[in-house]
């Protein structure tokens, strides 16, 4: 048997916190304070952002404290958007555990192996493809901190064709294991701005601001709406999530797990979070549960 992968922490100083004390007190303030909203009977699934703390973790922090209000599960599946690794097909951490300035925590492998044995060539078992995302590793110190006894499963999702059939193939698993596992999608949604992302069709200002939210709503309207299998063409066309590919799976995985519709925690910008001068370059941000 060969040694377990361990998965040491990449974007720690960089993406959240390096330091426990320092990570702690960020999650702390993340966390929201106020009554909870409308939510499901059951969260089976849920969308969070992926950006720096500082701008994202909040919203992302909503998520995690939803699903907590209603108990502990002993497992998240983290559907990962995918922004350096090249190959074509999705990929599942499948052993080992992650480390993260809060300590480790171990990958659900009984459930790994479900879903490699499920997703029948579907999926492949990479540990090396998840070592330089930073989408599923900022989510793991919430985990942490609010759920300490869960395991994680972490799968690669590319915005391609077999996107959300690895999320009905993931939902599948999760229903024939009888255990309380959570799966939770990560994507940020529109990209906006001339300097850094060299897309600015509405210019600067209100008049980008305003035309981003309507195209986020466009993705948004879809997500609530389950509609899995319209999620890479329209975020393919109107640049509105980077993690298409996550998005159609846990939506999928979703329905799958008999989710009816999905529930808008919050919505925001960067720009909102922390603005500086007029609205120039920006991304949007969505907490959503199902």
Same mark, same amino acid.
């Given at each position: 048997?060969?040694?377990?992968?361990?998965? $040491?922490?990449?974007?720690?100083?960089?993406?959240?916190?390096? !330091?426990?004390?320092?990570?702690?007190?960020?999650?702390? $303030?993340?966390?929201?304070?106020?009554?909870?909203? =409308?939510?499901?009977?059951?969260?089976?699934?849920?969308?969070?952002?992926?950006?720096?703390?500082?701008?994202?973790?909040?919203?992302?922090?909503?998520?995690?404290? @939803? #699903?907590?209000?209603?108990?502990?599960? *002993?497992?998240?599946?983290? /559907?990962?958007?995918?922004?350096?690794?090249?190959?074509?097909?999705?990929?599942?951490?499948?052993?080992?555990?992650? +480390?993260?300035?809060?300590?480790?925590?171990? +990958? =659900?492998?009984?459930?790994?192996? @479900? %879903?490699? *044995? &499920?997703? !029948?060539?579907?999926?492949?078992?990479?540990?090396? @493809?998840?070592?330089?995302?930073?989408?599923?590793?900022?989510? %793991?110190?919430?985990?942490?901190?609010?759920?300490?006894?869960?395991?994680?499963?972490? #799968?690669?999702?590319?915005?391609?064709? =077999?996107?959300?059939?690895?999320? *009905?193939?993931?939902?599948?698993?999760?229903?024939? @294991? $009888?255990?309380?596992?959570?799966?939770?999608?990560?994507? !940020?949604?529109?990209?906006?701005?001339?300097?850094?992302?060299?897309?600015?069709?509405?210019?600067?200002?209100?008049?980008?601001?305003?035309?981003?939210?309507?195209? =986020?709503?466009?993705?948004? !309207?879809?997500? /609530?709406?389950?509609?899995?299998?319209?999620?890479?063409?329209?975020?393919?066309?109107?640049?509105?999530?980077?993690?298409?590919?996550?998005?159609?799976?846990?939506?999928?995985?979703?329905?799958?797990?008999? &989710?009816?519709?999905?529930?808008? /925690?919050?919505?925001?910008?960067?720009?909102?979070?922390?603005?500086?001068?007029?609205?120039?370059?920006?991304?949007?941000?969505?907490?959503?549960?199902?």
């Amino acid at each position: 048997m060969s040694e377990l992968p361990v998965r $040491q922490p990449a974007f720690a100083g960089q993406f959240y916190p390096g !330091d426990h004390t320092s990570c702690v007190r960020m999650i702390e $303030q993340c966390l929201p304070t106020g009554p909870s909203p =409308d939510l499901p009977e059951k969260i089976v699934a849920g969308l969070v952002p992926h950006a720096g703390w500082v701008f994202s973790g909040p919203v992302a922090a909503r998520v995690f404290a @939803a #699903i907590h209000t209603q108990g502990a599960p *002993e497992t998240f599946v983290l /559907l990962s958007a995918v922004h350096r690794w090249s190959a074509s097909r999705p990929a599942i951490y499948a052993r080992g555990r992650w +480390v993260t300035p809060l300590g480790e925590i171990e +990958v =659900d492998e009984e459930l790994a192996a @479900a %879903v490699l *044995e &499920a997703g !029948d060539g579907l999926l492949v078992s990479s540990s090396e @493809a998840h070592s330089g995302e930073h989408s599923a590793e900022v989510q %793991v110190p919430f985990i942490q901190y609010l759920f300490p006894e869960a395991k994680i499963l972490s #799968i690669l999702i590319p915005p391609g064709e =077999d996107a959300a059939r690895t999320g *009905e193939v993931m939902g599948q698993a999760v229903s024939a @294991a $009888q255990r309380p596992i959570v799966v939770v999608g990560t994507t !940020d949604l529109t990209h906006y701005g001339s300097t850094y992302y060299g897309f600015a069709p509405a210019g600067t200002g209100e008049q980008a601001l305003e035309w981003v939210r309507a195209n =986020d709503e466009r993705v948004i !309207d879809l997500i /609530l709406g389950l509609r899995a299998e319209e999620i890479i063409a329209e975020t393919a066309t109107h640049r509105n999530a980077c993690g298409g590919g996550a998005v159609a799976g846990t939506i999928a995985a979703a329905r799958t797990l008999g &989710a009816e519709k999905g529930y808008l /925690l919050e919505y925001t910008t960067s720009h909102h979070v922390m603005p500086r001068g007029p609205a120039t370059d920006f991304v949007g941000y969505a907490a959503i549960v199902f």
